[in-house]
């Protein structure tokens, strides 16, 4: 995988179709006796099928997990197939379910999304990757180096700035 320019505006300053960012949304329906290992994403193949569609096809691309409210829990199944986004140079933001009373803590490698809906953060997530752009790619997006992920968690701590003042 290597970076890619992106551009996002035209001559005249209009945005290009192009540049507006892919953002998934992912629901977890979170099993409280889940038979799935912590750590072991194989079932999640929907959130796999979908990191391989944007590395081929949206240079810009994050997703949104929506877990349990109000903090955004979700499996060890699906934290793990995120983490892989998030790593393939893909953010990863969770939020918890509806209109959530409480705020998702910030757990690394994932940002928070305070107490935003899905679709709230889906839209300031969009904005961030036009304006930052896509994370940095580890060589192997499911065992990142220590160097890796630093690099990683400088980047998302600008987008995180920008979900805590909006």
Do not use: W
Request: charged content about 20%; glycine content about 10%; overall charge negative.
């Amino acid at each position: 995988m290597v970076p890619v320019p992106v551009p996002i505006k035209d001559a005249q300053g209009d945005l290009l179709p192009g540049a507006i960012p892919t953002v998934t949304i992912v629901k977890e329906a979170y099993q409280y006796a889940g038979d799935a290992a912590a750590g072991d994403p194989p079932g999640e193949v929907d959130v796999f099928a979908r990191i391989e569609h944007n590395l081929r096809q949206a240079p810009l691309a994050g997703f949104v997990g929506e877990g349990l409210a109000p903090y955004g829990v979700m499996s060890g199944e699906m934290d793990a197939a995120l983490r892989r986004a998030v790593f393939s140079g893909m953010p990863v933001i969770k939020v918890g379910r509806g209109n959530a009373d409480g705020f998702t803590p910030r757990i690394p490698p994932f940002l928070s999304g305070t107490n935003l809906t899905a679709t709230k953060a889906r839209l300031l997530l969009m904005a961030c990757l036009m304006k930052y752009g896509s994370l940095p790619v580890a060589a192997d997006p499911t065992n990142p180096t220590q160097a890796e992920f630093e690099a990683t968690m400088a980047r998302l701590d600008e987008y995180q700035a920008v979900f805590d003042t909006h």
